[in-house]
């Protein structure tokens, strides 16, 4: 069967980020299983991490629909630009505009903190969450997509949760069927607060529409499809799970950049956002450089990404003075293509994940891209999916999260490093394939749309 699908994504490129790159390598690979996508994404998003490399991945053919979006993150965004500070994003970053230095003089502090309030003031009011601003435009672009048969299903991608709104809304206008992709859970995140309140209950209320209304709904590790049965039983046959996973095509042609020589290079490659699993992790590098002095010479940790305030304390705190300054760096966000090449590179490769109720669930998109590169890699994680993916790597090697696990896991890395081998040789994670799961699920729900009753599909 062969197929039209429109995509409704927020983020999409030029914007960068991991959470770019599931719905990317949809985009690319669908046509290899005969679905032609269409997307429906946001023109001016208030989200501020840019990769305009990724914009070379896109087919000629593509029809990206490029719509409105009136989000008020724009406003601090335009302000931070003028008081030449780090812009916010749509991800809850605003939360922390307090605690960046004030600049600009008695004016440029008055009008930071009036930012401050107007975060507070919508971040409040808003829901699902700030991108419901775009909800009109998107349903609008996939309304008039659908009146000139542009697509035969439709596909929705979220964080933010208004993509699935959004997705809902064109399933209710053009009567196609619809495909709900959570690539982390609303409901139950540990990372997220909990809504209390008329929040909460909307929230509820909310994700309850979104599981009724979509014909499937896609997670990305079983933890979150048994939670989903757990919570809606009554429609368990719904709910599939199709992981994140990597691209071998994106290291054609990638010259790796290697560390040092004479030192062993740990690399993180990714954003930080929790200060706890960090300040665990450098506890334990500096627990063992302690222990092991001729390891300070040779051991040398590095950090690409975007780092979040809080984050940038702790490492500050490690970097600074004779702790750890010139064994861990920070070097800040680049290009999709270099990272892979300082991926590709170094000696091994890191992942963190803080512990405490529910995180056992998450597994993070960067470790299943880890797995491309076929490099070791130490994930500092709690039991739970991820650490039990890195457990099946050959090279994979792993540490509770506590600088203890942590000192004893570097020192055995460093001290007997893995052999070469294939981190997935089986291709399960390959992009490629896993796009194929997603065309079978898609030809499935449009053949079983067709042939169900006219009154159902309303």
């Known amino acids: 069967m062969s197929g039209?699908?429109?995509?409704?994504?927020?983020?999409?490129?030029p914007l960068g980020g991991i959470g770019v790159q599931r719905t990317l390598k949809y985009v690319?690979?669908?046509?290899?299983?005969?679905?032609?996508?269409t997307v429906v994404t946001s023109r001016n998003p208030a989200y501020t991490v840019r990769d305009p490399s990724l914009l070379a991945a896109l087919s000629a053919d593509l029809t990206v629909h490029r719509t409105a979006s009136l989000e008020p993150g724009r406003l601090p965004n335009a302000v931070a630009r003028l008081l030449s500070r780090g812009p916010t994003d749509s991800s809850g970053a605003a939360a922390d505009l307090a605690k960046r230095p004030a600049r600009g003089g008695l004016a440029g502090k008055l009008l930071w903190k009036s930012m401050i309030l107007w975060n507070r003031i919508w971040n409040?009011?808003?829901?699902?969450?700030?991108?419901?601003?775009?909800?009109?435009f998107g349903w609008r672009a996939g309304r008039k997509a659908g009146r000139r048969g542009e697509f035969d299903v439709v596909y929705s991608t979220a964080s933010p949760i208004s993509a699935h709104i959004v997705a809902g809304l064109i399933k209710r206008s053009t009567h196609r069927p619809w495909v709900a992709d959570f690539r982390d859970?609303?409901?139950?995140?540990p990372f997220a607060a909990d809504l209390r309140g008329l929040k909460g209950r909307l929230q509820r209320r909310t994700e309850r529409w979104i599981v009724s209304r979509a014909d499937r709904v896609v997670v990305v590790v079983e933890g979150m499809r048994d939670m989903f049965v757990e919570r809606y039983p009554d429609q368990a046959?719904?709910?599939?799970?199709?992981?994140?996973?990597?691209?071998?095509?994106?290291?054609?042609g990638l010259e790796p950049v290697k560390g040092e020589p004479g030192h062993f290079t740990i690399l993180f490659a990714g954003s930080l956002y929790r200060p706890g699993e960090l300040d665990a992790f450098l506890g334990g590098v500096e627990r063992l450089v302690a222990r092991r002095p001729d390891l300070r010479e040779r051991l040398r940790v590095q950090f690409v990404g975007s780092v979040s305030p809080d984050n940038r304390h702790v490492a500050d705190l490690y970097t600074t003075g004779d702790r750890l300054r010139g064994v861990v760096s920070f070097e800040g966000f680049v290009p999709r293509r270099?990272?892979?090449?300082?991926?590709?590179?170094?000696?091994?490769?890191?992942?963190?994940?803080?512990?405490g109720p529910g995180t056992g669930m998450f597994v993070?998109?960067?470790?299943?891209?880890?797995?491309?590169?076929?490099?070791?890699?130490?994930?500092?994680?709690?039991?739970?999916?991820?650490?039990?993916?890195?457990?099946?790597?050959?090279?994979?090697r792993v540490a509770d999260v506590e600088p203890g696990s942590v000192a004893d896991a570097l020192e055995q890395l460093l001290d007997d490093p893995p052999l070469p081998a294939r981190s997935d040789p089986?291709?399960?994670y390959d992009r490629a394939n896993l796009a194929g799961e997603l065309a079978t699920l898609l030809d499935q729900v449009v053949a079983e749309w067709d042939r169900s009753p006219a009154a159902e599909r309303r």
């Open 4 to 13: 039209r699908v429109l995509v409704v994504a927020y983020y999409f490129p």
């Open 237 to 252: 046959d719904k709910f599939v799970c199709i992981p994140n996973g990597y691209d071998r095509a994106d290291m054609a």
């Open 364 to 396: 993070g998109g960067k470790l299943y891209e880890y797995l491309a590169v076929d490099r070791p890699i130490l994930a500092v994680m709690p039991p739970g999916e991820g650490r039990r993916l890195v457990e099946s790597v050959p090279t994979g």
């Open 124 to 136: 409040v009011l808003l829901f699902p969450d700030p991108e419901i601003s775009w909800v009109p």
């Open 338 to 355: 270099q990272a892979l090449a300082r991926m590709a590179g170094a000696d091994a490769l890191l992942q963190l994940m803080t512990d």
């Open 185 to 189: 859970p609303w409901i139950g995140n």
């Open 28 to 37: 690319t690979y669908l046509p290899r299983w005969g679905w032609q996508p």
């Open 426 to 428: 089986t291709g399960r």
